[in-house]
Nanobody
Framework: VQLQASGGGLVQPGGSLRLSCVAS????????VGWFRQVPGKEREGVSW????????DYLDSVKGRFAISGDNAKNTVYLQMNSLKSEDAAVYYC????????????????????WGQGTQVTVSS
């Protein structure tokens, strides 16, 4: 049972990246999946969430309109499309899955996550 995050890299300000979070050993269909990020010396913050059963989503205010989360139950994968990247978006990004009964709202209030993926580094620099 694991989550595998990938897709990070180096991108110039204004550029785009797509992160992927692939689940193995369990089905994401009954989970809410969140993307989080952390930079050294700062607390981890939630960036975006999706409830896989109905596709409902939520975002950190600072990424609204730039980031888009999506899920593919057939591929057991969640994506985070990140556009118009800024230097302050640079961080290690993690995905996490929380078992949910239905789709609770707001998703950003979910506290307990059952599985965490390893991080993927996003660097935004010219």
């Amino acid at each position: 049972v694991q989550l595998q995050a990938s897709g990070g890299g180096l991108v110039q300000p204004g550029g785009s990246l797509r992160l992927s979070c692939v689940a193995s050993g369990f089905s994401l269909g009954a989970y809410a999946v969140g993307w989080f990020r952390q930079v050294p010396g700062k607390e981890r913050e939630g960036v975006s969430w999706i409830c896989m059963s109905d596709g409902s989503s939520d975002y950190l205010d600072s990424v609204k309109g730039r980031f888009a989360i999506s899920g593919d139950n057939a591929k057991n994968t969640v994506y985070l499309q990140m556009n118009s990247l800024k230097s302050e978006d640079a961080a290690v990004y993690y995905c996490a899955a929380a078992a949910v009964a239905g789709c609770p709202g707001p998703l950003k209030t979910i506290i307990v996550y059952d599985y965490w993926g390893q991080g993927t580094q996003v660097t935004v620099s010219s």
